[in-house]
């Protein structure tokens, strides 16, 4: 691993103040109460200023094609971080928007690419069901053929910033009595269609996701992505992507693991507990915060799927120890009176636990890592 500092550029120092200035103007203190309290990680307005900025086009776009060079991606990323930007769900939206320019009809992704880079199309995903998502594969959400159309009935667990998007990425079952994996068919379904109800949830750490109910839902086959029973391909290509399985670039600054995001978030809150008790005379404060701060380290540099392991992992560990070094105050939420660390160890703690579910449980996860990197075999559970 290369750890030498990345000397700036005039040209990219002048990219990281403008951007720091655009992101500081638009991301404002209602922006960031707003998603306190309806925990939505989307707030369009700056969603849509990022597009008109030509941001969102950057970050999908590669070098090549007029986006960002590893270094304005990298230093894009921080900056988007560390203002706490409520766009987690950008990262679905770029995903899908790939997979429909790869697997959709030129016509369908002419209609929604300009309009995902605009900022104004977002796209959710719909794999997981009320009956378990860790096998999408045993999907009963069905989809039957009638005409030039598909007719949709079943219903999606989970499926986050649906409320604020135009279509989801729905994974279907087209034969239910063919072989497992064979008989799936991904569509991209308008959200504005009769017959889709939407149901708002919130999670322990406050977000919101939703479950949606598909009801006759007809949607023409110029929506399908992908082929007839094909969508294992498809959803193979979505999975690698969101379980950080795709190949480092040889310039070492993209994110190394999926949801390495999270362990900005995480280093961020081990800082300010740091700076806290920084000159609390205790071997037993010193002996814990040393040890958090190593754990962090070793998750923050864990690449590929083990360092998504070890992110959420880590936090898990290491937020409760963070708690009691700040003492009872800890447990207060932000913007309690008294909160200690305003709150920060306490979400922390909360969000490590949905961190370990979403995209894949941390127990898959490790099943993957057992079977597929250290070629262990398939699991037994008898
Ligand atoms: C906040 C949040 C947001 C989400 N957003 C989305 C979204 O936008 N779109 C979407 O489609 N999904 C979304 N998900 C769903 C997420 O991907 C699933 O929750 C996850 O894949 C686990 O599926 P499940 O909850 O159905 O648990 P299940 O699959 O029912 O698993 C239950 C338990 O069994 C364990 N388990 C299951 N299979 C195995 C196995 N083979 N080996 C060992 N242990 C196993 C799991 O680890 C877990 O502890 C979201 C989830 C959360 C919590």
């Not at 200023?49 to 776009?61: H, M, V």
């Not at 999408?136 to 079943?154: E, F, H, L, S, Y």
């Not at 814990?288 to 998750?299: N, P």
Request: charged content about 25%.
């Amino acid at each position: 691993m290369d750890f030498s500092h990345v000397e700036l550029s005039y040209q990219d120092q002048k990219f990281l103040d403008e951007t720091r200035a655009f992101i500081d103007k638009h991301v404002t203190d209602e922006v960031l109460a707003r998603q306190l309290e309806f925990g939505e990680n989307f707030d369009e307005q700056v969603h849509l200023a990022l597009g008109e900025a030509g941001y969102l086009a950057s970050d999908w776009k590669a070098e090549t094609d007029g986006g960002f060079s590893p270094v304005r991606r990298r230093i894009f990323a921080l900056e988007i971080a560390r203002a706490h930007t409520p766009w987690y769900h950008w990262g679905t939206t770029s995903v899908v928007a790939r997979l429909v320019q790869q697997f959709g009809a030129p016509e369908l992704a002419g209609k929604v690419v300009p309009g995902v880079l605009s900022g104004e199309i977002r796209l959710c995903l719909g794999y997981t069901e009320p009956e378990g998502g860790s096998d999408v594969a045993t999907c009963k959400t069905r989809a039957v053929r009638d005409g030039d159309a598909w007719v949709i009935n079943g219903s999606k667990m989970f499926t986050s910033n649906a409320q604020n998007a135009r279509y989801v990425f729905l994974l279907t079952n087209t034969d239910p009595q063919g072989p497992k994996h064979k008989n799936l068919t991904m569509f991209l379904v308008p959200l504005d269609s009769p017959g889709i109800e939407i149901q708002g949830i919130r999670t322990l750490d406050g977000d919101r996701t939703n479950i949606v109910y598909y009801s006759d839902v007809r949607v023409d086959d110029l929506h399908r992505i992908g082929e007839v029973n094909g969508g294992w391909t498809v959803m193979r290509a979505a999975l690698d992507s969101e379980h950080g399985m795709v190949d480092p670039e040889d310039h070492g600054l993209q994110y190394i693991a999926a949801m390495a995001g999270h362990g900005d978030v995480m280093a961020e809150v081990v800082d300010t507990v740091a700076a806290l008790v920084a000159k609390v005379d205790d071997r037993s404060v010193k002996y814990r915060l040393g040890r958090a701060v190593a754990r962090m380290e070793a998750a923050l540099s864990t690449p590929g799927m083990f360092g998504r392991v070890a992110i959420a992992q880590t936090m898990r560990d290491i937020a409760p120890d963070l708690m009691d070094i700040l003492g009872a105050a800890s447990a207060l939420p932000t913007d309690a009176p008294s909160a200690a660390s305003d709150g920060a160890a306490e979400h922390l703690y909360r969000l490590s636990l949905p961190l370990g579910i979403y995209g894949g449980t941390l127990e898959v996860f490790r099943n993957m890592i057992a079977q597929h990197a250290l070629g262990l075999g398939r699991p037994h559970y008898g």
